[in-house]
């Protein structure tokens, strides 16, 4: 059979699976006896082979509603609403099947996982430290009840069953992984560091342990392995979009800004693709602002500030770095504007300092006739004298 043919047949067995939905529904409302629970159940069955969720879903749901003391139909139910990530419908239906048989393990870890995943920590520990007294050494559990505990912020409690897991598990990377983020989350470096790097000789495939092992690096300025990590984190997982900022930051600050730059666009293009938040994206264009800046990009460089801007008008250091990209591109009078702007907005001295003053005093040791340069920073110096006189005022 060719491809084509096969993904024809594969649209008409769902759309007869649909039809077979239809006629039980019919027969349903009209009361007939035939229309049973069992009869909407094997339809789920199929249609979850033939990949059509949506009607496994509706299907099961009138089985319950035929059957609703029958608690493998709500499990079953729950477990196809929670793979198709509507994760409420599956904690309502691991509820039902709780509330018939309040001691059921699969529905005691089904509702602690969906109220951890609604963030709900509080809640789900409750039900978390239930299923654990019957089975206390599932170690996909006891991780999960850690990262509970850290949530609600008891860290002690968090790191024995983080090491709980360990000592049952102690092969596993997964739990090294998370172990480490954890201590790191704790301020606890070295113990942090030392599972990351535990999870990492035992082959973990996590790109989010590659991408915290070279935050920790870079915190202590391990650049070259920071990198090493990074690298590793995006080839592990390309559509890391965190780990692609980080290493445009590292890349341009340390290595190669033209990299760097190849770096920062693929973040923002992935944040666009997956529509994910638009303070994730003004954070990309953030770092795409400032990345090409560094290789010397000026418009291009304004061009993402601008957007970010667009997003969040009130993100001060872009608002600085659109400044200085417009002054280096020879726009002066745009330039000063942007950087009144950001002055009259600042607040603190000290931001001033750091994301205003600083790096327009290196742009203007790289290029000391920088247009401009100098009276916008003498601008800047007396703004920065008056937020140092208010601030002892409060004092």
Excluded: C
């Excluded at 496994?56 to 003391?69: G, V, Y």
């Excluded at 009840?145 to 790191?159: C, H, I, R």
């Excluded at 915290?212 to 690096?217: D, E």
Aim: aromatic share 8%.
């Amino acid at each position: 059979m060719s491809d084509e043919q096969a993904g024809g047949s594969g649209v008409l067995g769902g759309i007869a699976t649909y039809g077979e939905f239809v006629k039980l529904s019919a027969k349903y409302r009209a009361g007939e006896s035939n229309a049973g629970a069992e009869e909407f159940y094997d339809l789920a069955r199929r249609a979850y082979e033939a990949s059509r969720y949506d009607v496994a879903e509706r299907s099961l749901r009138r089985a319950t509603h035929l059957s609703p003391w029958r608690v493998d139909l709500h499990l079953s139910l729950a477990g196809v609403a929670y793979q198709r990530g509507r994760v409420s419908a599956a904690r309502a239906s691991f509820e039902q099947a709780l509330g018939i048989d309040p001691e059921n393990l699969e529905a005691l870890l089904g509702v602690a996982v969906t109220l951890h995943e609604e963030g709900l920590e509080s809640d789900s520990i409750y039900y978390y430290l239930r299923y654990l007294s019957e089975r206390p050494d599932d170690v996909g559990a006891i991780v999960s009840l850690a990262g509970a505990f850290q949530s609600t912020g008891q860290n002690a409690e968090a790191e024995e069953l983080f090491q709980r897991a360990v000592d049952l598990d102690p092969q596993n990377p997964e739990v090294h992984g998370l172990y480490g983020r954890a201590l790191l989350a704790m301020g606890k470096d070295e113990d942090g560091l030392g599972q990351l790097r535990a999870a990492i000789e035992l082959g973990s495939a996590d790109s989010e342990v590659y991408r915290a092992l070279g935050s920790a690096l870079n915190a202590e300025g391990e650049l070259d392995e920071a990198r090493v990590h990074y690298e590793r984190a995006v080839e592990v997982d390309p559509r890391n979009a965190a780990a692609h900022m980080e290493l445009a930051s590292l890349l341009s600050h340390a290595f190669s800004a033209d990299i760097g730059v190849e770096h920062a666009e693929q973040a923002v293009a992935i944040i666009r693709e997956e529509q994910r938040s638009q303070d994730e994206l003004a954070t990309a264009l953030w770092e795409l602002g400032w990345a090409r800046y560094v290789a010397g990009r000026w418009s291009e460089s304004a061009e993402a500030s601008r957007e970010a801007l667009g997003i969040q008008p009130h993100l001060i250091a872009v608002r600085f770095n659109l400044g200085l990209a417009l002054l280096r591109d020879g726009k002066v009078e745009e330039a000063r504007a942007e950087y009144e702007t950001a002055a009259d907005d600042v607040e603190d001295a000290w931001d001033l300092k750091f994301y205003g003053m600083n790096d327009l005093k290196a742009a203007l040791e790289a290029d000391p006739g920088l247009a401009g340069g100098e009276e916008i920073l003498a601008t800047l110096r007396q703004r920065y004298e008056e937020l140092k006189l208010r601030r002892g005022s409060r004092s």
